[in-house]
Each structure stands twice: as structure tokens, then as C-alpha cells.
């Protein structure tokens, strides 16, 4: 005969909590984004909104990205400057006028210029359209001018000149060769940025304020939580208030979230995003004053700026000198580049003059 088992009697358990002993975890301060530049890619096609087309890329957010990163600003300045030294100044056409047409054209792809009449009817001079506020009309034989929201002027059939570059998707408006390494530019600006605020941070990611201690009057550790909150500082870095009452032993600690110097990759983001920026405006690197990071350096400066001239600037040369034939004149006239000319004069036994 089997024995019965005496059957325990369990009592009901009954969580009973303390106050103020519940383990307390929050964290203060929003991260703000160093950059949004979401806006350059906002349309997706050239639409219209009855009066004239909008272009397919935010003309806003590309003035905005053309000084975000070093190197993109640079090339784009490389090349202005190459060009402002070979133009020949017009009677019709101010070297200003033309830089102000040579820099849209490198940073929105699209280049304006506008003929003045004088009271004959005949043309007195070309200004500089900016084409952040010039857009096609629907005809594309007429532009306008909104640069003052609601004193938008309709120019003329005949008046203004367009030269852009080729777009695969549309033809009412030109996109800068650059688009492809925007990304690119904006990681490099990002890691800076992140690596600036780190500094006036206090050179750390934030930290965990741990307290063990249990706290008799619990107002304490809200005054603190509500101080940490009032706080303020750069707004990448987020910290933690960590209240565990009757807890181990050293009652409070600052635990540093991270290293970043150790984690974020710094040099490498900015070398690697550097690259990108020179491959996309193929600009050697040496004719924008970047050090190289070997002994062996980055070769004959001259025999770069000759392939540069070549393949770049003669290009765009070309580009421009079509606005000669919508003006009927020659009012866009250059001379050689003098260092890329002086090496052909050299190399024939000549000194450059």
C-alpha cells in the first residue's frame, strides 16, 4: 500500500514593493540631426504649376550643399577660378557677369544670361540671370523671375539665354554632374559636425549616472531627474539616469557611454567621403590643395593641371561658348590656360610668355 505524500500548503505570495524601490531609467535630450538635406531630392519630375516648370532637383537645396563639404565647395571653386582667368572680357559682357554665369552653371547645372535693350532696340549689355530664381515657362521660349514671392515677372521671348547640361530624364532643365556624389558630401559634413559637438561635449558620448544608494526622500532623485532634463547641450549625445535603491556597492557612478574616437572611424568617414567628392568633379587633388597622405605625394602638378584643362575645362568651355549663337555675337571669348599653355610652350623649347 502506497503511503500518501503530506501535501504542502502554500500561501498565496504577495509582491509587495517599497516605495521608491522600483529600479528608475530615463534619458534626456532629443538628438538633433546635424544635417537634413532631403529636400535636394524632392521632386521626382519636372512639373508645372500653370505658369512655368519647376525644375526635377531643389535649386535651394543645392545653393545650400554647394559650401556643406570642403572639397565639394573646392572643386567647384577650382574650376570657376580656371575659367574667370581665361575669359575675355566684352563690352557687353562684365568679367562679374560671367563669373556669376560660370558659377550657376557649375552648381545648378543651368547658366542664364539676359540681353538689355537700349531704347533703339538694339542690345546694350548682358546681365547675369542668377538660376536659383529663373525658371521655363510652358512655351520653354519664355522665363520668369521669382525671386520675390508674389512679384513674379515674365521675361520676354528672345531675352535670356539658358545654356545646361544634359539630363537623361528630361530637356526642360539641366542636373550638375556632381548629383551622384552628394552623399557622399553630406557623410563628410555629418562626420565633422558629429566630431564638433563631441568636442564641446566634454569629448564624451554622454554618460550613465548609476545610484545605488537607496535615497530616503525620494524628491532628491526627482530634483535630480528634472535638473539632468533642464540641462542642455549638444543634442547628439543622449545620457541615462540609472536608480537601483539597496543596490551594490559605490552608491554613485558615471559610466561613460562610449569612446568615440576609438569607434566612429573619423579619418576614415572623411577620407574615404574626400575621395568620392574628387572622383565625382574629377579634380585632381592637388590643384585644390589637399595633403597627400604618402611621402610619395601626388605626382607633377603641371602634368595633372594639362590632363585637367583637356578633359574639364575645355568642356565646359564649349558648353558656355553656345550662348554665342542664341546672342548672334561673340560675347563669350577665352584665352588659353596659361599653365596648361605654358607647359606646351615648355615642351617645344619656348618659355612661357
Avoid at 587633388?285 to 602638378?301: A, K, R, Y
Amino acid at each position: 500500500m502506497r503511503k500518501r505524500r503530506p501535501q504542502r500548503h502554500t500561501s498565496p505570495v504577495t509582491a509587495t514593493q517599497k516605495p521608491g524601490a522600483a529600479i528608475e531609467a530615463f534619458s534626456f535630450g532629443e538628438p538633433v540631426p546635424v544635417l537634413s538635406q532631403r529636400e535636394v531630392f524632392d521632386y521626382l519630375e519636372a512639373m508645372h504649376n500653370g505658369r512655368w516648370y519647376e525644375p526635377p532637383l531643389s535649386l535651394n537645396g543645392l545653393s545650400r550643399v554647394y559650401r556643406a563639404g570642403v572639397h565639394h565647395a573646392s572643386a567647384i571653386q577650382v574650376k570657376r577660378n580656371i575659367l574667370r582667368s581665361c575669359f575675355i572680357p566684352h563690352p557687353k559682357l562684365s568679367l562679374a557677369a560671367f563669373t556669376g554665369l560660370a558659377l550657376d552653371y557649375l552648381i545648378f547645372g543651368n547658366g542664364y544670361l539676359q540681353a538689355v535693350q537700349n531704347r533703339l532696340g538694339g542690345v546694350l549689355r548682358y546681365d547675369h540671370l542668377r538660376a536659383k530664381y529663373t525658371r521655363r515657362a510652358l512655351d520653354l521660349d519664355t522665363y520668369w523671375w521669382i525671386a520675390q514671392p508674389g512679384q513674379e515677372q515674365a521675361l520676354p521671348a528672345g531675352r535670356v539665354g539658358h545654356v545646361m547640361e544634359s539630363d537623361i530624364n528630361q530637356e526642360i532643365y539641366g542636373i550638375p554632374d556632381y548629383v551622384g556624389g552628394l552623399n557622399s558630401t553630406l557623410l563628410n559634413e555629418s562626420a565633422t559636425l558629429f566630431r564638433r559637438k563631441y568636442y564641446e561635449n566634454g569629448s564624451h558620448a554622454g554618460f550613465i549616472m548609476h545610484i545605488t544608494d537607496a535615497v530616503q526622500n525620494e524628491g532628491d532623485i526627482a530634483a535630480l531627474r528634472e535638473a539632468l532634463r533642464q540641462s542642455k547641450g549638444p543634442g547628439n549625445f543622449r545620457n541615462l539616469l540609472l536608480y537601483t535603491p539597496n543596490g551594490s556597492k559605490d552608491g554613485v557612478k558615471l559610466i561613460p557611454v562610449a569612446e568615440v574616437a576609438a569607434k566612429d572611424d573619423f579619418l576614415s568617414i572623411k577620407n574615404v567621403s574626400r575621395d568620392d567628392q574628387l572622383a565625382t568633379h574629377r579634380v585632381p587633388p592637388q590643384l585644390m590643395g589637399v595633403m597627400p597622405n604618402s611621402t610619395g605625394g601626388f605626382g607633377d602638378v603641371t602634368k595633372a593641371a594639362q590632363v585637367f584643362d583637356i578633359n574639364e575645362i575645355d568642356s565646359i568651355k564649349a558648353s558656355l561658348l553656345a550662348l554665342n549663337d542664341w546672342a548672334g555675337e561673340e560675347v563669350i571669348r577665352f584665352n588659353p590656360y596659361k599653365l596648361a599653355a605654358g607647359i606646351e610652350q615648355a615642351s617645344h623649347g619656348d618659355l612661357p610668355r
